[in-house]
């Protein structure tokens, strides 16, 4: 058996590894800033919705503000003309068109209370959202009872973590990039090699490696395939101490004798 192709592929393995130290010195930060800052878009979407409905109230408010200051100044015109009126019918036409602004400021006013009402409720509910928080029954806490300050306290501490763990990043990410660059150009080279050599073993390899599987080369450790413990038959020792390898029956990685690793590593 030709060993010198199996100790290429380890060496990929070696090399790979080494990039995957670099990668977990990152310490899951990749993934811990994506899910801060879906609870910031989150945070953030509620507290826009919710300045959405406050200015879409004061609009409405202004609005209905100026009807009655309208339908004020028409009555008032209304009862000057009143005093001038010749006749009964001119008056009363008067009172009729006195009595539909009244009628127009009386409507208003109830669209003015029931926005009262609603942001009343709405603080209510905050209320009741506020008690839940003192007493640490943050699972019973709706959506609509997160109060106002709470919840742009809590957008501007995921921001302020976001940017923490963001700039922890960059500086493992610059600190390593140097080491990263080589390593990808001596796997570049090493994968070259293999093409060349020994394509079947780098597909195969690349198979193993397509899913979560990062190590598709692993030691033989206590006879048994390091990757997944199970029992390396004896009969096929002698062939991974001599620098062959075998493919672990349970779980298909490529088994191979520490040594080759240690040599790989020079
Ligand atoms: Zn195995």
Same mark, same amino acid.
């Given at each position: 058996?030709?060993?010198?192709?199996?100790?290429?592929?380890?060496?990929?393995q070696?090399?790979?590894?080494?990039?995957?130290?670099?990668?977990?010195?990152?310490?899951?930060?990749?993934?811990?800033?994506?899910?801060?800052e879906?609870?910031?878009?989150?945070?953030?979407?509620?507290?826009?919705?919710?300045?959405?409905?406050?200015?879409?109230?004061?609009?409405?408010r202004?609005?209905?503000?100026?009807i009655?200051?309208?339908?004020r100044?028409?009555?008032?015109?209304?009862k000057?003309?009143?005093?001038?009126a010749?006749?009964?019918?001119?008056?009363?036409?008067?009172?009729?068109?006195?009595?539909?602004e009244?009628? /127009?400021?009386?409507?208003?006013?109830?669209?003015?209370?029931?926005?009262?009402?609603?942001? #009343?409720?709405?603080?209510?509910?905050? #209320?009741?959202?506020? #008690?839940?928080i003192? /007493?640490n029954?943050?699972?019973?806490?709706?959506?609509?009872?997160?109060?106002?300050?709470v919840?742009?306290?809590?957008l501007?501490?995921?921001?302020k973590?976001?940017?923490?763990?963001? /700039?922890?990043?960059?500086?493992?990410?610059?600190?390593?990039?140097?080491?990263v660059?080589?390593?990808?150009?001596?796997?570049n080279?090493?994968?070259?090699?293999?093409?060349? /050599?020994?394509?079947?073993?780098?597909?195969?390899?690349?198979?193993?490696?397509?899913?979560?599987l990062?190590?598709?080369?692993?030691?033989?450790?206590?006879?048994?395939?390091?990757?997944?413990?199970?029992?390396?038959?004896?009969?096929?020792?002698?062939?991974?101490?001599q620098?062959g390898?075998?493919?672990?029956e349970?779980c298909?990685?490529?088994?191979?004798?520490?040594?080759?690793f240690?040599?790989?590593?020079?």
């Amino acid at each position: 058996m030709d060993h010198t192709k199996i100790n290429l592929l380890v060496r990929l393995q070696h090399l790979d590894n080494q990039i995957e130290n670099i990668v977990s010195l990152q310490k899951g930060l990749p993934e811990e800033i994506t899910a801060l800052e879906e609870d910031l878009a989150f945070t953030r979407r509620q507290i826009e919705s919710r300045k959405k409905i406050a200015d879409d109230n004061a609009k409405l408010r202004l609005k209905l503000h100026d009807i009655i200051e309208e339908c004020r100044n028409k009555i008032k015109a209304y009862k000057e003309k009143q005093t001038l009126a010749r006749n009964n019918k001119e008056y009363d036409a008067l009172s009729k068109q006195i009595e539909y602004e009244e009628k /127009e400021i009386a409507h208003s006013e109830i669209q003015l209370q029931d926005i009262v009402h609603t942001e #009343q409720r709405m603080q209510d509910i905050q #209320q009741k959202g506020r #008690q839940l928080i003192a /007493e640490n029954r943050y699972d019973e806490i709706s959506e609509d009872m997160m109060p106002d300050d709470v919840l742009h306290q809590q957008l501007e501490d995921l921001q302020k973590q976001v940017d923490q763990k963001k /700039e922890e990043l960059d500086s493992i990410v610059i600190e390593t990039a140097e080491d990263v660059d080589h390593l990808n150009k001596l796997i570049n080279e090493q994968r070259e090699l293999i093409k060349a /050599e020994a394509n079947r073993l780098l597909d195969k390899y690349d198979h193993l490696r397509s899913g979560t599987l990062q190590n598709a080369v692993v030691k033989l450790n206590r006879n048994a395939c390091s990757g997944c413990n199970t029992r390396v038959p004896t009969n096929r020792h002698t062939m991974i101490v001599q620098g062959g390898f075998y493919l672990c029956e349970s779980c298909g990685r490529i088994v191979v004798h520490e040594r080759l690793f240690e040599e790989a590593s020079k």
